[in-house]
């Protein structure tokens, strides 16, 4: 499994001898391969002995169910993980430039939100409330990276997820001085994980002291997006005791559709 990875991971791209270079040295550091590799392995196991029970008659139709979530939970979890992977070996080989297009912030940030909440209900975490907070007027045009910003703040929120099993995850978004900037808080405990991980030089090496490979993927993926699209990350303990992480990108507002914020937008907010 540790070549497999190797070999794939190579292949996603060697444009640059730059490129080459960043490529190389992420591939030598045997923790992240073998956190993937291991990840994989007991994913995969899951599924087969999952896939063996269900046709065993001496379970009911309810256990089978049961059964059948949990491959289901397997098969995203190790798609989630190879997404990680693979965009982190392309974002360290620079085969990757960012798209930049018009966006309606308030409606990305409202869809973001309305997706974390059915997650969260799918994933029977009852316990947990999740809070929208924003000052953002109805309407407001920017140029971004849809597919990097989603990836960045919807990889923060399973990682506060994953570190809150009760209390509450606020998911906010403010924007003035051609500056965006989102951030993610929890009641959770990962303060620790997640402030190594997102400010380290490399975090590849820190994720070995995480036990969820999974999680950290996320974070070390989220970490690299942000500084390739020349962003700011800050990494604090809050009030509740758990982990408040602050992410500013810059934006422009699109020409022609010039709309003021500030002091004049009325926060919002939706639980």
Known sequence: MF???????????????????????????????????????????????????M?????????KREFSEQIISSCEQLIGLFENFFDTASLESGSTRENLRETDITRLFES????????????????????QEDNLPDKLMLKLDV????????????DALDSTSS????????????????????????????????LSDNPEIQHSESQDTYSAMNLILARNL???MEGNIRVEPNDAGGTSVFVSLPARECSGLKILTGTSSESKIAI
Not at 147 to 158: D, G, Q, V, W
Request: charged share 25%; hydrophobic share 40%; net charge positive.
């Open 112 to 131: 973001l939100t309305s997706e974390f909440r059915v997650f969260m209900r799918k994933k029977g975490h009852d316990n947990v409330v999740l809070i």
């Open 3 to 53: 070549e497999i990875l190797r070999s794939a991971f190579k292949e996603t791209g060697m444009t640059a001898a730059t490129g080459h270079e960043k490529l190389n040295k992420m591939i030598n550091r045997p923790n992240i391969l073998a956190g993937v590799s291991h990840e994989v392995r007991t994913q995969m196991n899951s599924i087969v002995a999952f896939s063996y029970l």
């Open 167 to 198: 209390g509450f995850i606020k998911v906010g978004c403010t924007y003035n001085d051609e500056t965006i900037t989102f951030y993610v808080k929890d009641s959770g405990q990962g303060f620790p994980r997640s402030s190594n991980l997102l």
């Open 226 to 228: 942000i500084l390739a």
């Open 55 to 63: 046709n065993n008659e001496r379970f009911s139709d309810n256990e």
């Open 147 to 158: 597919a990097r910003i989603t990836r960045i703040i919807s990889n923060l929120f399973r």
